[in-house]
């Protein structure tokens, strides 16, 4: 099972921002940002790359109530979610980043 499984079934312990039937949104363990949310889907999707679309209009919602509790909304923040070896993504369980509580910078190389 993956780690984001076992933080779902509450076998690995998680500072909860919101939650509901299908998704949760949890503080990140090492946080880039004054806010680092991550934010995943109950049910193992791999990426974005392969999430229902009609699942992802409720993720899409849940994650707009995430950043009315983050009470970001006004001043902004970044959703980012990596996808696969180029994308550099670690954990194999779709998640969006949800960065802010300053400004976040620009995305340059
Ligand atoms: P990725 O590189 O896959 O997009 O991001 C994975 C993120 O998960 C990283 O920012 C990392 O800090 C976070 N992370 C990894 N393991 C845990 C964990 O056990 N608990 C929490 N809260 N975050 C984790
Ligand atoms: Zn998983």
Do not use: W
């Not at 993720?59 to 959703?79: D, H, N, P, W």
């Amino acid at each position: 099972m993956c780690i984001f499984c076992k933080i779902v079934n509450a076998e690995i312990p998680n500072k909860t921002i919101l939650e509901d039937e299908n998704f949760l949104a949890f503080y990140d363990i090492n946080p880039a940002r004054k806010i680092h949310a991550l934010i995943i889907p109950k049910e193992h999707y791999d990426s974005f790359d392969v999430i229902p679309p009609k699942i992802m209009a409720g993720m899409t919602e849940f994650i707009q109530k995430v950043a009315s509790k983050l009470e970001v909304k006004k001043s902004g923040y970044r959703l980012i979610t990596n996808i696969g070896d180029d994308g550099g993504q670690e954990v194999r369980h779709l998640h969006f980043h949800l960065m802010g509580g300053e400004p976040v910078g620009k995305l340059v190389r």
